[in-house]
Structure formats: C-alpha cells, structure tokens
C-alpha cells in the first residue's frame, strides 16, 4: 500500500495559483523529498493533504484513507511539523506535550521524556522563555510522541542548530528503520540529498519530475571542470548550462551524449579534465532553468 496517493490535485487561491494537476504517489517505509523554492507550492500540497484547506479538484489518500473523508482517523496515524510553530505562552513544555498525548489517547510520557533527553529540552521551561529553536525542538516531540506511521515534515530544521540538526536526522533514521514513512518537504537539497530515497521537483504549483536521486544523478548529467592551456580559448556545446569561467578554468553542468562533448574538448589544448555527477542542487537548478 501507498503511504500517500494524490491524483490531479488542484488548489487555488481566487485568481493565483496554488498547485494545479498534482500527481504523486509515496510508498510506505520510504523517505520521500518534496522539493522546490519558497512559493513553488510546497506547503499548499501538504496543507492540503492534511485538510486545512480543501482542493478545488482531485483527491487524495494517506495510509489508504480519504484526505477529506478521514481526516480523524488519519490524524491518529500521521505526525506533522510545520515550518512555522506557535504556541500557548503561559504553559511549561511538559504540560503542552502531556495535553498534546491526550488527543492520541496514549500515554505519552516515557517517549516525552526520551526524545527531550535526546534533543537537550527542558521540559520545566514556560513556553514564552523559550528560544525560536527551542520551540521547533518541541514542534519536534509533538509530531513523535504518539509514534505515528507517517511524518509529514515542512522545512523541518529551521530554528535548529547545526548539532541539533543531525540529532534530528539520527531520530529520523531510527524511525524509518522502524517502518515510518516520511515525507520531507524542503528547500535545503543537501538536507534532502542526505536524507531522501526518491524526490519530487515542485515549480509553479507544477510536479517536474519524480525520481530516485541516483537516478537523477545519473541521467546524463554531468559536472565537467576544464583548465585549459589556453585562456582565450572558446568551448561551445549544446547542452552546456551554469557557465563558470575564471581565467584557464571552466566549470559547467552538462547534459547530453559526452561523445559529442568529448569531441569539442578534442580541439583544445587541455591540461587537466574533470568529470563528476552533479549534486542534487546542481541537477535542481537544470530543470528550474530549463
């Protein structure tokens, strides 16, 4: 079964655009990346999904259930971290995640008191003494502490320090190893290249591609750096993008048949000749410049 199944979702906002024919389908036990900048429609999908807004058209499933027809059984499964987070000010940390658990029906406390121990978060605190990082810390707790079967995350480090981060990744990984599905939906590539099994390319409200990473990273991609012995030297080819040039180096993302690329090189005068696969990042930027 699909953790999540969304067929031609379309959302918009009176004139503007929210997403229009989205189409996505994430299998269970899998870290899924949803990625595109701010504004690509990240968010309105996973807003969506968990019926805090209702689409103009489409449907969609998590854990087999209707998004809009089951939304309380869904929401006893799934867990959700926002990218912005608010609270009650005047409560300690400990009573908001006690009354969090109470709407699971669950007692909570030994995984409270774990995943605090784990992310360094005192539970004693009010909410208004503290820090914005402190917050998404129990942003964090509240979208683990009932153990649910699928994560569903939205630009989830922000507000964590570098520390904090990787522990948060190292909670991630234990709880996928345990069969949770997460879909983590950013614009940091790197936090998704290091994370994620497969991804999907958000621009304009529009699905661009759906992919395994390796795949991505494999499909006639490449990074080429060129010193040449000649500065004043010109290569051109079809297929070359994000253009670098500082005196006798080149740096370019190539995408085509190396053969032919190879050829071009053949007429200059060469000293030293790289060939990567591009990050994430850099594939990114090829479709969003395509």
């Known amino acids: 079964m ?7 979702l379309t959302k918009y906002y009176g004139k503007s655009r929210g997403i229009i024919d989205v189409n ?6 899998e870290v899924f990346g949803f990625i595109g900048p701010n504004g690509a429609g990240k968010s309105t999908t996973i807003r969506t999904l968990l019926a805090f807004i ?34 009650y000010d005047d409560m300690n940390v400990r009573d908001l995640l006690l009354y969090s658990a109470k709407f699971y029906r669950k007692d909570c406390t030994k995984r409270i008191n774990e995943l605090s121990e784990i992310l360094e978060l005192d539970l004693n605190k009010k909410i208004d003494s503290l820090s914005y990082g402190n917050k998404k810390k129990v942003a964090v707790i509240q979208s683990l502490l009932h153990e649910p079967k699928l994560l569903i995350l939205d630009e989830p480090t922000g507000g964590l320090d570098p520390l904090m981060q990787n522990r948060f990744f190292d909670i991630l990984k234990y709880e996928n190893k345990k069969g949770v599905t997460i879909f983590f939906s950013s614009h940091i ?8 099994n497969r991804v999907a390319i958000v621009k304009e409200g529009r ?10 990273r494999g499909e006639k991609h490449r990074k ?6 000649n500065k004043d030297d010109i290569l ?25 690329l190879l050829k071009k090189l053949a007429l200059l005068e060469i000293d030293n ?18």
């Open 2 to 8: 699909n953790a999540i199944e969304i067929e031609n």
């Open 24 to 29: 996505l389908e994430v299998k269970e036990g």
């Open 54 to 87: 209702f689409p103009d058209s489409g449907n969609a499933k998590i854990l087999g259930m209707d998004c809009l027809k089951d939304q309380a059984r869904i929401k006893m499964n799934i867990g959700y971290l926002p990218s912005e987070v608010n609270y």
């Open 189 to 196: 590539l790197s936090e998704v290249q290091k994370m994620c």
């Open 207 to 216: 699905m661009l591609k759906v992919e395994t990473i390796d795949r991505l």
């Open 224 to 229: 080429v750096m060129v010193e040449l012995k």
């Open 236 to 260: 051109a080819v079809p297929g070359m993008r994000n253009l670098e040039r500082n005196d006798n180096n080149i740096q370019f993302l190539y995408s085509g048949d190396i053969n032919d």
């Open 273 to 290: 000749l790289w060939l990567e696969e591009p990050s994430l990042e850099e594939i990114f930027m090829h479709y969003y410049e395509s």
